[in-house]
């Protein structure tokens, strides 16, 4: 089984500061790795994803991802906030080597203040 | 691509009653995918089809829902004698695995609400 604990339900930072969202998978297989950003009332967008390939994983809107296995973890960041950036960020793990299913965690809402 | 759709965007409905959603994939997608999410959490899980075959239901999928793809395009999920507690955002993806591409674009969402 997999799962997915995003630490943070509420993460504020200032215009042109570093963004962190963390988050930390439990998986019995290798796992595929993928961030997704949701505006309200809006599906969710893919921000970035790791199949495997390099560990350092860079996505749209300057966003980038690192896989590191020993810490079971797959954080994003973003080097400088834009206020474009305010919303509803969730990570999510597939456990199987086609992402037939996504597990999803209960999401960070990033705000970004002046 | 056009993007995956999804129609209503909205719909409220009287406990009891029946209603269908349409998903229509990404062109040419081979995989399509429900998730229902609800207010402060992820989308979870409900149900997957591989072209028109639905290789994979959740616990969370009632015997009051039910989906299906008939030819392996467009799909739908249908609830029956609907309760409050489905009350939720129901949102459909779609991808393309059999040319090695995993990850699922989702569509709008239509957000039910069940008076």
């Known amino acids: 089984a997999q799962s997915v604990t995003q630490l943070g339900s509420h993460v504020s930072v200032s215009e042109g500061a570093l963004v962190l969202l963390r988050c930390n998978y439990s998986?019995?297989?290798?796992?595929?790795l993928f961030w997704y950003v949701q505006y309200p009332n809006q599906g969710l967008q893919l921000l970035l994803k790791?199949?495997?390939?390099?560990?350092l994983v860079k996505g749209i809107n300057g966003f980038e991802a690192e896989f590191k296995k020993s810490e079971t973890s797959f954080h994003l960041t973003k080097p400088s906030a834009h206020m474009s950036d305010a919303a509803e960020y969730f990570c999510?793990?597939?456990?199987?080597?086609?992402?037939?299913?996504?597990?999803f965690g209960t999401g960070t809402r990033l705000q970004v203040t002046l | 691509d056009t993007g995956v759709s999804q129609n209503p965007r909205h719909k409220i409905t009287k406990r009891g009653q029946n209603v269908t959603f349409r998903c229509d994939p990404i062109?040419?997608?081979?995989?399509l995918y429900w998730y229902r999410q609800t207010l402060g959490q992820g989308p979870e899980f409900l149900t997957y089809?591989?072209?028109?075959?639905?290789?994979?239901k959740s616990r969370l999928l009632s015997d009051r829902f039910s989906a299906e793809r008939p030819k392996g395009s467009f799909s739908t999920l249908e609830i029956q004698r609907t309760e409050q507690g489905d009350s939720a955002m129901y949102l459909c993806?779609?991808?393309?695995?059999?040319?090695?591409?995993?990850?699922?674009?989702f569509g709008p969402g239509t957000r039910l609400t069940v008076t």
């Open positions: 790791y199949t495997s390939a390099a560990t």
């Open positions: 062109s040419e997608h081979n995989r």
């Open positions: 999510a793990v597939s456990g199987d080597r086609t992402a037939s299913k996504l597990t």
């Open positions: 993806a779609s991808s393309a695995t059999d040319r090695g591409a995993y990850e699922q674009y």
């Open positions: 089809f591989q072209n028109e075959a639905q290789l994979e």
């Open positions: 998986s019995s297989v290798p796992p595929y």
